[in-house]
Every structure is written in C-alpha cells, then in structure tokens.
C-alpha cells in the first residue's frame, strides 16, 4: 500500500505542475495570441523540473519503475526531451540491491548460499537492472561466469506497479490528450512477463546464437544450465568494451565502419531472415572484442526482451522498400497495409503521395 501511495503522489505531483501551468496559459494568453514568450520559458522549466522528479522517483521506487523510465527514454516524440534526457541514465546507472537479496533468490531457487554453488562469487555486481542485477562468479571447475539473479518478491512488486499504472494512464487521459498510452501498458506488461522468467531467457540465447553459428564474429554466452531456473541464469562471461566507448575502440585499433556495419547486417538478419529479434538494442547489451585478424567481433547480451517479427510485418516492409526503391507509391502502399500500418477509411492517395514524396 505503501509503494501505491508514493507512485500515485509522484504522478499527481507532476500532473499538478502542469494544470497549473496550462491555467496560466489560459489566464495571460488572449484568444488569437501567441504564447507569451516567459510562459513558453517557464514550460521549459516546468519540463526540466518534472523530468528529474520522475527520475528520482523511478530511483526511489524501483522495479517496473526503472524499466518504464527506460522504455520512455527510447521512444523519441512520445516526451518533451528534457524527460528523454533525464532518463537515458537509467539505460546504464541503475543502482544495485544489497547482496542479501542475492543470497535469498538462492536459498528459495537451490536451497543453498551461492558461496555453495560456486567456487567463488563477486559481492559486487558487475551490472544491475530493474529487474535483477548480475554477479561474476567462478565455477567448481574454473570457468568463469556471469550469473543474472532476479530480485525477490520482483513479481509481487510488478502486479502492484502495473495497477498502479493503469490508475495513473486512466488519470493523464482524462486531462491530456496523449496517444498510445495503452499501448506502451499492455507492451511493457508483456515484456516484464518475458523478463522475470530465465528459462525463456536462455532458451532464446540457444536460439540465437544457433542462427548465427556460421558467423563467428558475432558471439553469445553460453548457458549453464546447471545453474539455471526461472530466477538465476548463469552463462559464461563474456569480455569486451562497451559498443560506445569509442576511445577504447579506436585504442585497440576496431575499425568503426566496420564495426557499425557488421551490427547492421547482424539485425538484417535477425528481422529479414530468421524473423527472431533483439528488441532491447540499448548500448549496454553490447560489448565489442577484436578478432585475431583485427577484426571486430560484437559479444550480444540480454536476451529476456527478444521477440519473434510475423511475415506480415517482415513481407510488407520489403513491400514497401522495393515500392520505394522503384518509385511505385501504390506497391509500398500495399506494404503498408500488409503491415498494418494503414487505417480503415483512410486516405489512401494522400498517404500514398505523403510516403513517397517523404522518401524522396
């Protein structure tokens, strides 16, 4: 109850702050006028304010929180920037849990303390989450791992955040007029369902890296499955430096274009042929390795949010590229509507001339 009060009054308060707002804006603006400019200053204020409220209170509440804040940090247009701007640090800064919690998925997962499990552990977390944080460890036979471990009680948390979530969506549409809200609900609803079970986790990890068994310069870990459940994923670990650490990269002589060009072709792939992708392409899941021959070689992680891309989706956008590319508005319309992207009723020929006279 009290985690539901402290979501719902960090959401009043922000939608406090701009009710406020818009009646000044209605009191100093005369029908016909343009905004005053301090009225449009103080709306920048008024964003900058709310976004590092939000930030802070996301920090403070954690779980499903966190992971809101990281989608929205992503969805370019759907926020003013300064919320997109504050946010982006929760993609890499996300504040640990104590190694107490730790310990206690272990005891409920393998009845056991992870010093038992394995022959030695990191206290510290090498990377932590919204949902789980991951650990370094040592197995009895010497391989080193990366063991990922979920929070306790993380489900629980995540019931009570989404009905929070739904009361708040339910209040912003009654005063705001924003799109897609339910959308972003029911995605992120389907996501954390995805992410709070390993074993999908892994099986997708399998999954991948055998449609790339033939390319050896892009490189997954490898499961251990011994130590392995719907709590605790524990996979070889995988060194490399950060995609967007350039410096390091130029220090260890990795060549960018080809780096750059070789992830896209990695997610061509992915979307166009094996229709199997990774839909968290966020910079921390993914590391970078110099091949023996001075190639790049890109190490992928993360794997709770991939997703499966349907023939509709993959055969309309090739539609629509090849209607592009050979300047036939009707058959990248065409693709359009076999992707779903086209409303009934729509104006099909203002669509069909908006498209191409954008690509051109």
């Given at each position: 109850m009290l985690r539901l009060v402290r979501a719902l009054s960090l959401f009043a308060l922000i939608l406090a702050s701009y009710l406020w707002h818009f009646a000044l804006v209605r009191i100093f603006r005369r029908r016909g006028e343009r905004t005053?400019?301090?009225?449009?200053?103080?709306?920048?204020?008024?964003?900058?304010?709310?976004?590092?409220?939000?930030?802070?209170?996301?920090?403070?509440?954690?779980?499903?929180?966190?992971?809101?804040?990281?989608?929205?940090?992503?969805?370019?247009?759907?926020?003013?920037?300064?919320?997109?701007?504050?946010?982006?640090?929760?993609?890499?800064?996300?504040?640990?849990?104590?190694?107490?919690?730790v310990e206690r998925t272990f005891q409920a997962s393998f009845g056991r303390s992870p010093e038992a499990c394995f022959s030695s552990i990191e206290r510290e977390p090498i990377a932590a989450a919204s949902l789980g944080q991951v650990h370094a460890a040592v197995l009895k036979d010497g391989r080193k791992v990366a063991v990922k471990i979920l929070y306790p009680h993380i489900r629980e948390v995540i019931r009570i955040d989404m009905a929070t979530l739904k009361v708040v969506i339910r209040v912003i549409k009654r005063w705001f007029p924003m799109q897609h809200l339910e959308t972003v609900h029911r995605s992120l609803v389907d996501l954390l369902r995805r992410e709070t079970d390993y074993v999908h986790e892994a099986a997708c990890m399998e999954r991948m890296a055998r449609n790339f068994a033939a390319e050896k310069d892009i490189l997954f870990p490898e499961v251990v499955h011994e130590w392995t459940d719907k709590d605790i994923l524990t996979m070889s670990f995988m060194d490399g430096v950060k995609i967007t650490h350039l410096d390091e990269l130029d220090r260890i002589g990795v060549d960018r274009t080809r780096l750059a060009t070789r992830l896209v072709q990695s997610f061509y792939k992915q979307l166009f042929v094996d229709r199997f992708f990774h839909a968290d392409p966020h910079p921390g899941n993914f590391l970078v390795q110099k091949g023996p021959e001075g190639e790049p070689r890109i190490v992928v992680l993360d794997?709770?949010?991939?997703?499966?891309?349907?023939?509709?989706?993959?055969?309309?956008?090739?539609?629509?590229?090849?209607?592009?590319?050979?300047?036939?508005?009707a058959m990248a319309l065409r693709g359009f509507r076999r992707m779903g992207f086209v409303a009934d009723g729509a104006n099909e020929k203002l669509l069909e001339q908006t498209v191409m006279t954008y690509f051109r």
């Open positions: 005053a400019p301090w009225l449009k200053a103080r709306r920048e204020q008024v964003d900058e304010r709310n976004a590092r409220r939000l930030l802070r209170g996301m920090l403070r509440l954690r779980g499903v929180f966190i992971k809101l804040g990281q989608v929205l940090s992503i969805l370019g247009g759907f926020l003013p920037r300064a919320y997109t701007r504050e946010l982006e640090s929760l993609q890499d800064h996300v504040p640990p849990h104590p190694f107490r919690d794997f709770g949010a991939i997703s499966e891309v349907s023939d509709e989706l993959v055969d309309g956008a090739l539609e629509v590229l090849q209607g592009i590319m050979t300047q036939d508005g």
